[in-house]
């Protein structure tokens, strides 16, 4: 009964803090945590299901980041093929490749405006839907029949 009452209190306080999914971008790939916890892009997808909006453009956002790494290696095995396989330089290949190369940043441009944006609309949903605007009060009770622990909010 005790562990299910300790289980009950942190899952109502922690619904109104840290729900937010935060993004970083190093530089080959990115980076979500929630929680303190880091997730990849796929749950990332997984976690904004609640809102519409943000999940269809989440969805977007990573068919075309898997897009663009995708044609980014075709286009390094294009330049790479053009310039070792052959006794010449083949340089249409590599200009081939060079193409695919930049319609794979381009790709990753469009992917990265879009998981902003559904970020930030789902962001914005769960601050406006959470007990955040609650005020919590948590006291310690000492009496002359033993401690206790209150909770208010």
Not at 45 to 68: F, P, W
């Amino acid at each position: 009964m005790k562990k299910s009452i300790l289980i009950l209190m942190l899952a109502i306080t922690s619904l109104g803090y840290s729900q937010k999914i935060v993004r970083k971008k190093n530089f080959l790939k990115y980076e979500f945590i929630q929680n303190d916890i880091p997730l990849s892009f796929g749950d990332v997808v997984r976690a904004l299901h609640k809102n519409e909006e943000a999940y269809q453009l989440a969805k977007t956002a990573r068919n075309l980041y898997i897009a663009s790494r995708y044609v980014g290696f075709a286009g390094g095995f294009a330049i790479g093929y053009g310039i070792f396989m052959k006794e010449e330089t083949n340089w249409k290949l590599i200009g081939i490749g060079a193409g695919f190369i930049a319609v794979s940043i381009s790709l990753e441009i469009i992917s990265d405006k879009k998981i902003k944006k559904a970020l930030n609309i789902y962001n914005s949903s769960i601050s406006e839907t959470t007990l955040s605007h609650f005020k919590l009060s948590y006291q310690f009770i000492v009496s002359n029949k033993g401690l206790s622990f209150s909770i208010k909010f």
